[in-house]
């Protein structure tokens, strides 16, 4: 009998450990990030990953392992050739569960057969998944307003977006297929444990035309925002805070250049570079140094994943940024500044902005410096 | 003594070897020479052989008289005529002596006086395979796997054959103990086939066989395989989905497009797509058959006038395994690769396609003419995805 519940157990214990139905990366199904069992030791690709009819797949997602470049980052999400199986990560050509072949009924529902969150490892889902409330996200399958999409006054508007019932989906930001997406940028998430994957810039899958936009942003910034959120441009009919973009400006700064501070501790000067991996993009002195003047903020300087920026001096002639640290992933470490990197789509802070309230307005207004 | 012993059972085993065949032929029984060493077309009888060597002798038994013409046409010597490519399969006229190619009135080796118990072993008295030349076994004899096959007598098994669903089902067939046997699809007697089509496998070496490139053929194929309810008159998507109907797209499962009669009224068929206007690189297209040509499986984009309002039937996906070509980035060229076989059952490597089985069995995996991507890119090229 007791023989008997221990093969039980056991069948019990394969099964659960054998039930990964696919795809990975590290989100999905709370697969161990170190792909490593109890002993350390590099383990089989087949518990995490399906197997086709001779061979696991993990070159689906992965260019291969050892040397991992920007191509593994890209999963399956576009460099389709005659040499690569990455179609069917997505795609079952009979018997589908959803439109377009894909794995689920809806679009949503596909992209989180891997971008689940399960276990708090997703672009949704971790703030809350540590006790945190969400402050403000772009909600998907759920509504087709944009908060500051009119143009004329800046008051909402509807789009027809690509989600449930025209609502914004996944794609309608995301080409999945790696399509007519914006130039690669510096990425700020830490996704996985592994150091050697951090850092390679990539495009996020970002449309030049998000939510089927007749704007076309050929990168990541303010442009790519107002490609929704016409209202929310200067220089236009409606009074919005400066914020730099192709209607303002012949080259107007992007994500991956703007006017950062040159170091951590306090300084009054800058250098142009990325905002990515740094907190030093979010001040600016008084008087604005030479890369800054004739420049405003773009959108990603106010918007972005909360955190600790550090402050403009009381007279704020110089500006001291707060350190960067990234230390675990998904908000796991509490004192990782930003701790959470999943902007834009969920942040703590309400309005996605980076600081709040008079916090932010300091960074760059120093209130002894005010009119 | 022994000595003597032992040669003459030596002899007569190797004489059985040698003539087992108990009757009838066309290039895959027994291993049957197709050729002289010179290369010529007789089936060796410039090496002395005799039809006598391979066939039986006709009721009469008188010697030299064989019964060549049970399969052959009237112009066996000669440019074969499309009857000679039946073999005893239908023609049976007042004239002719070919229904006692299989049946054996009398005696005979199983049901339905065929020559042996079951049907598949009576298809295989010719069709056997021996040699690698067969629908079955050609690809294993090369060395090759199979990578998937439409096993006979083995499985009711149908997948995708559940129209609700898309998942297997089972279906009552009439192969050994209710399988899938090869007169499921193939009538033996060419009863109520499909429109003649054109034909792609080479079956021999002779060059009567090169010059029977063209010829249409029923194939034999039911137009009700499997005993199915639905009717194809023609070989195409909806002769698949006789059996495979919940492949179709026109229902409530999701499946790639596919063209049937459920989608459009005038479905495209073997013997009618659009194929590209050459095998250099073009973006143009013309009707014509799937046969003969690998200009069939690419679909330039955006689509041609011909392709339009057209999706795929299911043999622009499942067929021989080869190398159809590409489209040329961003997708508004095709490249279609080479049409070339040169000789029968695979026996050159690099003929493209090498094997003509399908749908018997293939090299790659669910009958794909290609494989993974290689097989998505050939009508969505990665410039145009959304």
Request: hydrophobic letters at 30%.
């Amino acid at each position: 009998m007791r023989r008997r519940t221990r093969i039980l157990l056991f069948a019990i214990v394969a099964a659960l450990w054998l039930a990964a139905p696919a795809f990975a990366y590290d989100e999905p199904h709370n697969m161990p990030e170190q792909h490593t069992g109890s002993g350390g030791v590099l383990r089989d690709c087949v518990p995490c990953h399906r197997l086709d009819e001779t061979k696991n797949q993990c070159a689906m997602c992965h260019a291969s392992h050892g040397v991992i470049g920007a191509n593994a980052g890209k999963g399956p999400h576009g460099l389709y050739t005659a040499t690569t199986d990455r179609c069917d990560a997505c795609h079952d050509i009979h018997a589908a569960a959803g439109a377009k072949l894909l794995p689920s009924a809806t679009v949503t529902g596909s992209c989180y057969t891997c971008h689940d969150g399960t276990g708090g490892k997703g672009v949704y889902g971790s703030i809350a998944m540590r006790g945190l409330a969400v402050g403000g996200q772009h909600r998907v399958d759920t509504t087709s307003t944009v908060p500051g999409g009119n143009a004329a006054t800046g008051g909402s508007a509807t789009m027809s977006f690509r989600g449930l019932n025209g609502t914004l989906g996944c794609n309608d930001c995301h080409s999945p297929h790696g399509a007519s997406t914006v130039a690669s940028f510096s990425p700020e998430r830490k996704r996985v444990t592994f150091s050697y994957i951090f850092g390679f810039k990539s495009d996020k899958l970002l449309r030049r035309n998000p939510g089927g936009s007749t704007a076309t942003a050929t990168v990541y910034g303010s442009d790519w925002c107002l490609a929704c959120h016409r209202g929310r441009a200067s220089m236009g009919p409606v009074n919005n805070h400066p914020v730099e973009s192709a209607a303002t400006t012949t080259s107007p700064y992007y994500y991956d250049n703007v006017a950062l501070l040159v170091g951590d501790d306090l300084t009054t000067a800058t250098t142009n570079g990325t905002m990515a991996s740094t907190n030093r993009g979010y001040l600016m002195p008084m008087p604005r140094t030479s890369q800054q003047r004739g420049h405003g903020p773009i959108c990603q300087q106010c918007h972005e994943d909360s955190r600790n920026v550090g402050t403009l001096s009381p007279d704020g002639l110089s500006a001291d940024a707060a350190t960067f640290s990234i230390t675990a992933t998904d908000g796991a470490v509490s004192t990782d500044n930003p701790r959470f990197q999943n902007f834009p789509h969920e942040t703590e802070n309400v309005r996605m902005t980076v600081e709040t309230g008079d916090d932010l307005c300091t960074n760059c207004h120093a209130p002894l410096a005010l009119p | 003594m022994r000595d003597k012993g032992a040669l003459l059972v030596i002899a007569a085993i190797a004489a059985l070897l040698l003539f087992p065949a108990s009757a009838l032929a066309f290039d895959e029984p027994h291993s049957q020479p197709e050729t002289t060493t010179s290369g010529g077309t007789n089936h060796g009888f410039s090496l002395g052989r005799s039809c006598n060597d391979c066939h039986r002798a006709d009721i009469a038994g008188s010697p030299g008289s064989e019964d060549c013409l049970t399969c052959h046409g009237g112009t066996m010597y000669g440019t074969p005529s499309p009857e000679s490519g039946k073999g005893p399969h239908g023609v049976y006229s007042s004239v002719s002596d070919r229904c006692d190619a299989c049946h054996d009135v009398h005696a005979a080796g199983g049901l339905k006086l065929l020559p042996s118990a079951t049907v598949t072993a009576s298809c295989f008295s010719c069709h056997d395979g021996t040699g690698g030349k067969g629908v079955y076994g050609a690809i294993g004899a090369r060395g090759i796997a199979v990578g998937q096959a439409h096993r006979i007598d083995t499985t009711s098994t149908v997948p995708g054959g559940d129209p609700s669903t898309g998942g297997a089902a089972t279906m009552a067939f009439k192969g050994l103990g209710g399988n899938l046997g090869c007169d499921d699809c193939h009538s033996p007697h060419d009863a109520s086939t499909v429109a003649t089509f054109t034909i792609e496998r080479r079956r021999t070496a002779l060059k009567d066989d090169v010059a029977r490139v063209g010829v249409k053929t029923t194939r034999l194929l039911r137009r009700n395989p499997g005993g199915s309810v639905a009717t194809a008159t023609v070989y195409g998507s909806d002769w698949c989905l006789a059996c495979h109907r919940g492949r179709s797209s026109a229902g409530p499962v999701h499946n790639h497009p596919v063209d049937s009669a459920a989608a459009t009224s005038a479905a495209f068929r073997f013997e009618r797509v659009a194929v590209l206007s050459a095998d250099t690189p073009t973006s143009a297209t013309t009707f014509g058959t799937l046969g003969q040509t690998n200009r069939g499986y690419l679909m330039p984009s955006p689509r041609t006038s011909q392709q339009a309002g057209h999706a795929p039937i299911c043999q622009q996906c499942h067929a021989d395994a080869r190398d159809v070509g590409l489209l040329i980035d961003p997708g508004v060229t095709a490249d279609a690769g080479t049409f070339t076989i040169t000789a029968a059952d695979g026996s050159a490597s690099a003929d493209n396609p090498r094997f003509q089985t399908f749908p018997h069995e293939t090299v790659n995996a669910h009958l794909l003419v290609e494989t993974n991507d290689d097989l998505c890119t050939n009508c969505h090229p990665p410039a145009v995805l959304p």
